[in-house]
DNA sequence: CGAGGGTTTGAAGTGCATCAAATAGTGTGG
DNA sequence: CCACACTATTTGATGCACTTCAAACCCTCG
């Protein structure tokens, strides 16, 4: 399968980590490489799984999360192509620390853990890449962090429509959900009538204009003075997210 | 100076990145090292400062944090013995991500950010110790963004106040809050008045005593019992963190 | 001792959660 | 193609935890 195998180069030379790879090393992973594909809803990995491969997302959502005693899901992030999952499993006993699931039809290319532990060891640019990964990642998560105390609902809201868009374009802008309401409100930490409200409110406060996953609005401007002057990093905070050190 | 050179050998091999070092590699870290003591309060670094080194503590109490727009502070954690903090500046264009101050007198040992990076390059071992040690790192924010949600004040209050504890300790069992109320509260994202009352609905609900910085209760069960309850990961959550995948 | 923070207590307000119910969408089988 | 079932979304009403503003108290350190 010439045409897969070109495929899978693709994605890894798109995911942050594997962009840097020699034309050697992407081989060899290409050779240990799977394809799946998975429909909305269907159960990638489990908590506490034992872990034997890791996941890079060609196309679709995947939903990592936790469930907590009673039951109820905590989010922890929603993520799209180029991204990585469940190789963190690496650095915890070697057992998923998150369950994982398809938001939408999502395509992924796996990958055995094992294959990139004794990859780090011997390839300093690779160790260098995946930290520059991971610590890009905690970058984010810290910034959500903030935001979830700065920010109100309506402003989390608009930050989290702000990072959605392109901001090539200097016209009228459209954008669309990526997924279900209830998702992007758990996903930013808040109940589906609240965001509800929320959106209602902010419609008001800066005119953009929603129907149903399709936002409009004249620019991005009136969003971001309204989300973002509750945050640390100003406009847009995309960029210039800050880490723990 | 034989000493201070012993005194830093031990401290490099109490952190956690370099505690798997080999002598060769620890001398030449020694080499370049310097001693730092700053009194409570003084400013380490800033965020966005040009970075040229990273430091590990001694001891003492070293707040991480960023300025808002309006100037008040946001808590990024506050760390002490053995932990390491700067080293992120390498992956963020060589200045700092945000600002650092002696929260209590602290002694650090300080090491030039290239050197770590240069390393990284030619060392597998350490670059895995150093993955190893961010993952852990997100774990706990993890946790900490988890509390955020589940707990309330008063229980996030007692776990603090758990891993505080020395878990042997099976009588009577004393603790000292190692830093101000003030910066205990900002630290568990509340305000300095809500600490206090859910302090005091915590002595009522536990039975802890309290007495200015000091924390007395008969075992820890009482405590836990309170406070783990809420929790996905249940009692000790110190140990049990999950993690980012 | 007295000035200045840190800490506690009181009173009022705010934002979000929760419960409840209505409405809009979406897909299914007849 | 329609009616039904089921889910997503919106709207209303109420409650609670935490915040905010204000003032008192308490340390501690010059």
């Given at each position: 399968?010439?045409?897969?195998?070109?495929?899978?180069?693709?994605?890894?030379?798109?995911?942050?980590?594997?962009?840097?790879?020699?034309?050697?090393?992407?081989?060899?992973?290409?050779?240990?490489?799977?394809?799946?594909?998975?429909?909305?809803?269907?159960?990638?990995?489990t908590h506490e799984e034992q872990a034997k491969r890791f996941?890079?997302?060609?196309?679709?959502?995947?939903?990592?999360?936790?469930?907590?005693?009673?039951?109820?899901?905590?989010?922890?992030?929603?993520?799209?192509?180029?991204?990585?999952?469940?190789?963190?499993?690496?650095?915890?006993?070697?057992?998923?620390?998150?369950?994982?699931?398809?938001?939408?039809?999502?395509?992924?290319?796996?990958?055995?853990?094992?294959?990139?532990?004794?990859?780090?060891?011997?390839?300093?640019?690779?160790?260098?890449?995946?930290?520059?990964?991971?610590?890009?990642?905690?970058?984010?998560?810290?910034?959500?962090?903030?935001?979830?105390?700065?920010?109100?609902?309506?402003q989390r809201i608009g930050c989290f429509i702000l990072r959605?868009?392109?901001?090539?374009?200097?016209?009228?802008?459209?954008?669309?959900?990526?997924?279900?309401?209830?998702?992007?409100?758990?996903?930013?930490?808040?109940?589906?009538?609240?965001?509800?409200?929320?959106?209602?409110?902010?419609?008001?406060?800066?005119?953009?204009?929603?129907?149903?996953?399709?936002?409009?609005?004249?620019?991005?401007?009136?969003?971001s003075n309204y989300a973002c002057s509750a945050c640390s990093?100003?406009?847009?905070?995309?960029?210039?997210?800050?880490?723990?050190?």
């Open positions: 399968m010439q045409n897969e195998r070109q495929s899978i180069e693709i994605s890894l030379k798109n995911s942050a980590v594997f962009s840097i790879g020699e034309k050697a090393f992407l081989d060899k992973l290409i050779d240990q490489s799977q394809i799946h594909i998975f429909p909305k809803g269907h159960v990638i990995f996941f890079i997302i060609k196309s679709g959502w995947v939903k990592l999360y936790r469930e907590t005693l009673d039951g109820t899901q905590a989010i922890i992030d929603i993520i799209n192509a180029g991204q990585m999952f469940g190789e963190a499993a690496m650095f915890s006993g070697g057992v998923y620390n998150c369950s994982a699931e398809a938001a939408e039809e999502a395509m992924l290319v796996s990958l055995p853990l094992a294959l990139l532990k004794s990859e780090i060891e011997t390839n300093g640019k690779l160790a260098l890449a995946l930290l520059q990964s991971t610590a890009q990642k905690r970058e984010e998560q810290s910034r959500e962090i903030e935001h979830q105390f700065l920010q109100n609902a309506s959605l868009a392109n901001q090539n374009k200097p016209g009228g802008i459209v954008i669309h959900l990526p997924y279900d309401k209830m998702l992007v409100a758990a996903r930013l930490g808040m109940q589906p009538e609240t965001f509800s409200r929320a959106l209602a409110k902010l419609r008001e406060e800066t005119g953009i204009r929603v129907k149903g996953a399709t936002v409009e609005m004249d620019s991005l401007e009136q969003l990093s100003g406009f847009p905070c995309k960029d210039k997210a800050t880490v723990v050190c």
